[in-house]
């Protein structure tokens, strides 16, 4: 690049642009804008109904805000991503995933398809409607700078070894809330289990190519860091890209077999209905019954 190529604003405006056109299609880890033009949409997923296509680098993150009903698919495209979620409720962001109530109240640590993503209010944030890996882990959260820099010398956000805090501080900064807004999270694609003695075991992924589908019960803020789980024993820092997409649905209603699968899921359901029912002007589906 020449001294001059960017010393005037006309030059700064050239090469900006000549390195958005370098990227174009060039560049895998990038949302694709609109939506719509993603290539290869979910199969009964008409392109007009994408809202979301980002495929998100091993160490990046994403933030989506979802209107209710919205489905997110997250797929391991590689086999090595570790997706840490946290979910808020759109409108009223201080109720946010609660991982110990998702766990005790639904008697599982272990999430998979059926299960639901709890508020600390005791509603249902988003339901697990697919899920092709069955490597997920509810227990140990993300990583935290401190431990990134003793295991692999860094874990600044921008530096080669990203912790899943500083992603999600990030994250979150981006619709007005801070470190203290930040909960402990769910990770997808990374498998952990614990033995008779207690003692927790880190089993990898499920391979390249497994999903995971959310569908928002409630408008949702999702924060998603895609970096290596803290109990991820390789010595180097290892996580591939992760693919995030977003189509227009329908939550849970009362007719639906997920609705009354349990009582837990169903006062979860039902909770979350009455919150939404007190801030809209229709009637909202399962409400009352």
Do not use: I, M
């Given at each position: 690049m020449t001294a001059s190529s960017t010393s005037?604003?006309?030059?700064?405006?050239?090469?900006?642009?000549?390195?958005?056109?370098?990227?174009?299609?060039?560049?895998?880890?990038?949302?694709?804008?609109?939506?719509?033009?993603?290539?290869?949409?979910?199969?009964?997923?008409?392109?007009?109904?994408?809202?979301?296509?980002?495929?998100v680098a091993g160490g990046g993150y994403t933030h989506l805000s979802v209107a209710r009903g919205t489905h997110v698919r997250l797929t391991d495209l590689d086999g090595d991503a570790c997706a840490h979620v946290?979910?808020?409720?759109?409108?009223?962001?201080?109720?946010?995933?609660?991982?110990?109530?998702?766990?005790?109240?639904?008697?599982?640590?272990?999430?998979?398809?059926?299960?639901?993503?709890l508020s600390d209010q005791g509603r249902a944030l988003a339901s697990v409607v697919e899920d092709t890996s069955g490597h997920h882990d509810t227990l140990f959260g993300t990583s935290t700078r401190a431990r990134n820099e003793a295991r692999y010398g860094d874990g600044a956000a921008h530096g080669p070894s990203p912790a899943g805090r500083e992603l999600f501080a990030l994250a979150a900064a981006k619709h007005g809330l801070t470190r203290r807004d930040l909960p402990p999270s769910l990770s997808f694609f990374q498998g952990v289990r614990v033995d008779e003695h207690g003692a927790p075991h880190h089993h990898g992924s499920a391979g390249a190519g497994a999903h995971v589908t959310l569908v928002a019960e409630v408008p949702l803020i999702l924060l998603v860091a895609?970096?290596?789980?803290?109990?991820?024993?390789?010595?180097?820092?290892?996580?591939?890209?992760?693919?995030?997409?977003?189509w227009r649905g329908e939550p849970t209603a009362p007719a639906d077999p997920r609705w009354d699968a349990t009582p837990e899921g169903r006062r979860a359901l039902t909770n979350a209905a009455a919150s939404l029912a007190t801030r809209t002007a229709r009637p909202t589906a399962g409400a009352a019954r």
């Open positions: 005037t604003t006309a030059g700064a405006r050239e090469h900006a642009r000549a390195q958005e056109a370098a990227a174009a299609g060039a560049v895998r880890t990038r949302p694709v804008l609109p939506a719509s033009a993603w290539l290869t949409p979910p199969d009964g997923v008409g392109p007009e109904d994408l809202v979301w296509a980002e495929t946290l979910a808020y409720d759109a409108a009223q962001p201080w109720e946010r995933l609660n991982v110990a109530d998702t766990v005790k109240v639904q008697w599982q640590v272990y999430l998979t398809a059926g299960h639901l993503l895609n970096t290596a789980h803290p109990l991820d024993a390789r010595e180097r820092f290892t996580c591939t890209p992760l693919e995030v997409l977003a």
